[in-house]
């Protein structure tokens, strides 16, 4: 029974940490969507760009591990800026439905060009980070990197949010957007900048990510669902409901496959998803 | 100071705005009155920048300002206020008006400073500017302070001021209208002033332009336009007698 008691709260810890990641996840999309009011389908795709970038930096230029890990973010920052201006921009006015299906394209679109300029098969960046052991428990330290750097990113963006100036106005324009210029701000620079830390999140969790899983093409496609479904759930663009979804996800995913198996976690989790919907469709936090 | 020729302003095929012409002289406090639907609120939309004419020039301190985007010309010192108040809900009171002080500004000040200018602009407007005063606490009157606090933050030389005082009872209206003639009395800012109310718009204006069907069809002191045939005919109606006596109340 002892043995027993130590593998579930194994369990329950790693599960914490894998919150910790999926709430980094969820921070960009929900910054860009609670101010732009635009999700950007894509954002997983653009965390599998940062994870190449970091490997062509490490790997490829041979630069030392932290200068590819800055430019992961950078890579991505931009790139979050660039989706703005060219894609997000243009439909700004338009129907929810055609922003959503022109940021699906941008996700095919960059899992194709991904396939074209860095090819199929998987790679990684040769650091594989050791387990932890803690009395009889054995964590991840990849993990635990990944969890603590994803609460400092998000302690960073409330404090940014509540003690700047900029911080102030990205909260502002999420509430009234037509009447910022009035305050002499001129709003897309607002979205711009917003864009661009929404991307430099995406960035940080690649950085994060890359310590962990392979790289290829689709990688996306493992993070970006449950990405959306932590932001749905927390209530999108809530970034608290958001934070507090990715830890109650993390929990289905790490103790219902400690229980049943590893891929049952997931089934348990998104099944306890759809159950969500039905009774709280606006989400944790959500208010309507 | 602010010279408007030619303005026009098509929608489709409805002209809201067509061939207005004004001048507004620093220093007074001007009424822009009319029917609903006259072309008021389209005028504040294209002086401000937040529609851009179809045709004409806006001239603000010798400089043509038509078509400007909207942050440009708040910086150029235009500001204004809306019908309806539209604060920051999620935002404190302070935060509200400390955010105009600080983008308002086309040189955006030192962080203290622009708390400072907050707080002073809020002791004017008699709203509390404690950091932990929030916008839900406030009322009709407070929220339309809020918005006029939130506009004279961003250091205007021209207010234009929307219906300030739909939704007051009759003591708070009389105090707002004392607090724009305040406003120009003490910082010098120019106004214009959109409001249906005539009795107190009347008691406080220099000067007013009357709009109908977005055309300007009278223009005078507020005695004159009182009795205006053609203005009694599309606006003031039954409502003249009333209107001319305050006029006439305000002269003695």
Known sequence: MQVFDIFLLEAVVNGILLGGILALLALGLNLVFGVIDVVWICYAELIMLGMYAVYYGHNVFGWPLWLALVFGVAV?????ALLH?????????????????????????????ATLAFGIEFKNIGIRLPQLSVGEMYLSVARLIAFLVA????????LFLTRSYLGTAIRAISQDRAIMPLMGVNPNRIFLITSALGGGLAGLAACLLVLQYDIHPAIGLTFGPITFMVCVMGGLGNMIGGFIAAFIFAQFISVGGFFLHIEWGYVIAFVFFIGMMFWRPQGILGSK | MLSVSDLTKVFGGFTA?????FEVKEGEILGLIGPNGSGKSTTFNLISGALAPTRGSIRFGGEDIAGLPANRIAHRG???TFQIPRPFRRLSILDNVALAAFYGHAEHPAREKAYAYAREVLKLVNLPSDPAARVDGLGAAGLKKLELARALATGPKLLLADESLGGLDESEMNQAADMLAAIRKERGITIIWVEHIMGVLMRVVDRCIVLDYGEVIAEG????????????????????????????????
Request: hydrophobic share 55%.
């Open chain 2, 78 to 80: 235009i500001a204004r």
């Open chain 2, 221 to 252: 002191r507020p005695d004159e336009v009182a009795h205006d045939p053609k203005v009694i005919e599309v606006y003031l109606g039954t409502d003249a007698a009333d209107v001319q006596k305050t006029v006439a109340d305000r002269a003695t």
């Open chain 1, 85 to 113: 201006q060219f894609v997000i921009r243009p439909v700004l006015a338009a129907e929810p439905i055609n922003q959503l299906l022109v940021t699906g394209g941008v996700l095919f679109f960059l899992q194709a060009v």
């Open chain 1, 151 to 158: 609460l400092a990113g998000m302690i960073g963006m409330y």
């Open chain 1, 76 to 80: 991505v920052a931009v790139l979050g």
């Open chain 2, 17 to 21: 705005v067509s061939n207005i012409a």
